[in-house]
């Protein structure tokens, strides 16, 4: 059990980094200064590095294993975008600086709005958004404004049940409502289920490309063909675009606006709750509504360009989260063409590798060739009292984490898989022995499943008395 | 309040009427299938509802979800035992798990309810709903 | 190459396990006419030494703040970041690991995140705070329309002084919920006009929110706006520098309801911009409509304690369209940088930070406010930044200054268009030294003085 660092260290101890103030003493009298102590911890330099990695080393990461976790794209961060992102010339640049200054960084951000173009078929990209749901919000904002120029009643975003939640928050978010799609038994969106729900108040149809569970709308020329009848647009979630990189090109295939996640598809780290970025790339009927400013060209160098117009305005402070960017960027240098798209054929390979086996033990109700994710469910299960959540658990204590669970809606007891295409044979092979001995656990001694996990820093927790009584904050003596 | 003796909705809201009050909860089938319950919103008194509108959410630790009102009138009661200890919800849903009280415009309404032996009919025919734990992927 | 692992043998050992003969079958069933034909027209891949070597290039043509007289603010800061905070941000356990859904083994970024949210409490004064957003300006617009959610008003207002960024994003984020935003303006000294704001606030009103210090680094009068804020019935919103808490004091203390900011100064570097930290924290009583994630103290089946996200009911994964926000993914190491700093600082030197950075630009306003070529428009007090007026053009200013490699500040113009093209936001934080203030002292008057 860990302590806090507020019960580590002296009063007195730590803080030591800065000299002593050399210009003339100011001894100022604020008006309502504080008068009482912060509260922050007093604790020396090698006792913050030591509680830092005790925290460390209860912590699973990429560093450590396999992480299935379907949609989420948990491939190797590869270090020499570390080392270039942390070079001082990008680290260390204001926001304010005049353009000839950051000319390396306005490069960087020009250079990977143009690749991102290429790879996804679109005419303009902006870098804006933080995260995928930020570039929902953002995708959502701009085809509200270029809708309400033609037709202020389109009110309603149609969204797949089998959609991730951010989806619907974000329609909601940007003033549109949200209407759920059926899918149907095959998982996809069946052209004549979708005519039934287009009505004149349609704006948008999000769809995630392939879908939640690893399958491809087979119906998509059909699916946009009737959205642009309709005088509605495509929106494209791409947190699953590791499944298309080099095989197919969104916008080619009619979609008019997308989000791409860096932090899935192009190997920046995930962080343990970011920062992620969330590129927005649109066809040129939309690319006036981008958010301000724009990267641009000007013969040899580059530029900002405040000019607005139709600009939906601006959902981040500045460019967005610009150090992500250089990560991404030199993904796509260092792979180019011919390793983007050997990525997704082995993520693809990997996945399919993974279903085969792991489907004579669970039960699969989307069989067929996936994509780079598939869905089991752990309901052939149920009958000896355990459920996903107790698989999960298990799978702890194998020393590997546990995919997605209860994810898409649409099946029961789910369980996520995206083995992502940095992951050798042997690793899936063994993450598939795993599962194949916890479900024959769960038939002869159900109880290593039920009180999982054993083998970790903690066991499970009490989310309900967490949730009744939140404890937020250390207590301040 | 004796199971028996209350009307049920299909969402699993009971209501035992007392002297042209209507006292509602929800049904232990409801709060088995949530699973602990920690938090409840519920109107304040003087609300006017209408028979199965949304009146307030119940939240378990990976769930929420609408609490309908099985009779249309005004809120004159709130418990406030659930509001603070929402765990009775589970240990009495019955008893002292019960939501609010509700003066009755019409007490006809009842009629499209189920009876006692009409839910458990009706609960026979459900699947069990698949509510736990709704962990995700990254945005 | 993609960091793949496999080689063509595991891939065929693959293939027969699966039935099929190559990978292209596996997506057999696409349709035929969407399939990309020719390859992807991108530059050729390189190998890690060259990838290296073309970002040492592209990193070469930037002249970053951090190594120049810097008196660039605006709510991103040139400030001293202690290696230790590199070093427990380098580590992949930290970096490359997913988010905690799986809280067994994610008890390091749990306990990291509960304990910044304990920090960020105690800064702001506040009873709670969560785990992060995307920065200062989505936390403003998120604690907007929290107050909205919470009063049930759609009318809120906001200093003109307040950060032009923050602002702009607010006012896209508004459009979606049909947020009326009124704007309160500055009085002579720079601070807000408290009579306006009396008579702006109406029985619409859901929220005001102050900015302090505000956009010009003016400390307001914060705790009679509270007391007139909520005696018209409305919710008090700070935006706050949190390095100015160390010093002022903090918005629990005048009964704020929600405290937001940015949090880049707290151990991130200036980044360009991006990634940056959106810090919210409010009352116990309001956390159930706030947005982001919230790390909670929990106990396990062995009765030891732990950590887990909690109240997770709020959040899209769950709520979807009726959540309190969309946000997933926030700003986690961001989080965690700032966790580490005011570790390794400590409640010294943190408050160290506060006073030096207070302390140095009033040295340089006070050796500024003798020279002829500039003036001090605004009289109020400040914590650290202000505005000059220059005697030249503040564009042609800042250029000259750069020669002599000072970043002098941030022209006005453009955001505040009623200050003139003279004006110029100068800050001075804990890394500017004696020499350079005194630099920017003769560069007024060799730059104010050529012009004669």
Known sequence: MSKTVFEKGRKGRGGDFIPPNDCPDHRIDLPDSRKTPIGLPQVGEQEVIRHYMDLASKNYSIDRGIYPLGSCTMKYNPLINEEAAGLAGFTGIHPRQRAEDVQGALEVMFELESALCEICGMDSFTLQPAAGAHGELLGMMIAKAYLEEKDPNRKTVLVPDSAHGTNPASVALCGFSPKTVRSNDKGLIDPDELGREIDDKTAVLMLTLPNTLGLFEKDIVEIVEMMHSAGALVYMDGANMNALLGIIRPGEIGIDIMHLNLHKTFSTPHGGGGPGSGPVGVKEHLSDYLPIPRVVREGDSFGLSHDSQRSIGTIHSFFGNFNVFIKAYAYIRRLGAAGLREASENAILNANYLMSILKDHFDLDYPGPCMHEFVISARNLKKYGVRTVDVAKRLLDYGVHAPTVYFPLIVDEALMIEPVETESKEDLDRFAEFMRLIAEEAKNDPELLLEAPVNTPVRRLDEATAARNPDLCWPFD | ?139 | MSYIQNTDEDRSDMLRSIGASSIGELFETLEDGILVEDGLDLPPPLSEAEVASLFRRIASKNHPASCMASFLGGGIYDRYIPAVVRYVLSRGEFYTSYTPYQAEVSQGTLQAIYEYQTMISRLTGMEAANASLYDGATALAESVIMSCAIKRKSKVLVPRALHPGARAVLESYSKGKSIDIGEVPFLEDGSLDTGMLERSIDGDTSAVVISQPNYFGIIEKAPEISDLVHSKGALLVSYVDPVSLAVLAPPGEYDADIVVGEGQSLGNPQNFGGPLLGFMATKKSYIRKCPGRLISGAVDKDGSRGYVMTLQTREQHIRREKATSNICTNEGLCALSAAVYLSALGEKGFREVAVQSMSKAHALHSMLSDSTYCDLPFSGEFFQEFVIRVSVPAADFCTRAREAGVLAGIPLERDFPELGNRSLLVAVTEKRTKDELQLYRSLIEEIGGSDE
């Open chain 2, 1 to 139: 309040m004796v199971p028996k003796d209350c009307t049920f909705t299909k969402e699993h809201e009971w209501v035992y009427v007392e002297e042209g009050m209507a006292v509602i909860g929800i049904s232990d089938y409801a709060s088995g299938e949530l699973g602990d319950i920690v938090y409840v919103e519920l109107p304040e008194p003087g609300t006017n509802v209408k028979q199965m509108d949304p009146i307030g959410t119940i939240e378990a630790v990976k769930t929420v979800a609408d609490i309908f009102s099985p009779v249309s009138g005004e809120v004159t009661e709130v418990n406030e035992k659930v509001i603070d200890s929402p765990e009775v919800i589970n240990s009495d849903p019955y008893g002292e798990g019960w939501f609010v009280k509700v003066k009755m415009e019409d007490p006809v309404e009842l009629d499209a309810l189920f009876s006692y032996e009409e839910y458990q009919e009706f609960l026979g025919e459900q699947e069990p709903e698949d509510s736990e734990e709704n962990d995700d992927e990254e945005e």
